[in-house]
């Protein structure tokens, strides 16, 4: 999204429009979606010592899907699944799955402390991919964040 110069961010889906009057509530949207994070690495961290990791997994993907159903799918309908791009949602997929399946397992043998700290590095492997995989350009203004030695 990008904000354009009639001070509105770019189309969300649809027709719709959110205007930079709704940053409140993107911020909550923002807050809400921390605390979900948090909230689901505990649940995962408490269920490691007595389910299997498959069994939490699928647990995690259904209740997401249960959610989709819920709440996007009767405001957006069924077109917000739709994609001109399958082999890269399988691609991403696949990753995420494989992903969050080692953030379980990581729950299971370190601290949920050092699991966060580590998770918070993943823009940091983001970046460097991008630059060996899909060959992006890293220009000094753009690599503010990253440190000189990264």
Same mark, same amino acid.
Do not use: H, N
């Given at each position: 999204m990008h904000i354009d110069d009639s001070n509105a961010i770019a189309p969300l889906a649809a027709g719709q429009r959110m205007?930079?009057?709704?940053? *409140? @509530?993107? +911020? @909550?949207?923002m807050i809400a979606a921390t605390a979900m994070f948090a909230i689901s690495s505990a649940c995962a961290k408490l269920q490691v010592?007595?389910?299997? +990791?498959?069994?939490?997994? $699928?647990a995690r993907s259904a209740s997401s899907l249960l959610f989709c159903m819920f709440f996007v799918l009767p405001t957006t309908g069924i077109a917000v699944f739709s994609t001109r791009m399958p082999m890269a949602h399988l691609a991403r997929g696949l990753s995420q799955s494989i992903s969050q399946t080692f953030t379980v397992?990581?729950?299971?043998?370190? *601290?949920f402390?050092?699991?966060?700290? +580590?998770? $918070?590095?993943?823009?940091?492997?983001?970046?460097? %991919?991008? %630059?060996?995989?899909?060959?992006?350009?890293?220009?000094?203004?753009?690599?503010?964040?990253?440190?000189?030695?990264?």
């Open positions: 205007t930079v009057q709704d940053i *409140p @509530r993107g +911020i @909550r949207c010592a007595t389910y299997p +990791i498959g069994e939490i997994m $699928f397992l990581a729950l299971a043998t370190m *601290p402390a050092g699991v966060t700290a +580590i998770g $918070f590095t993943a823009p940091l492997f983001a970046a460097l %991919i991008s %630059i060996v995989v899909l060959r992006a350009s890293c220009l000094k203004k753009e690599s503010k964040g990253i440190p000189e030695s990264a």
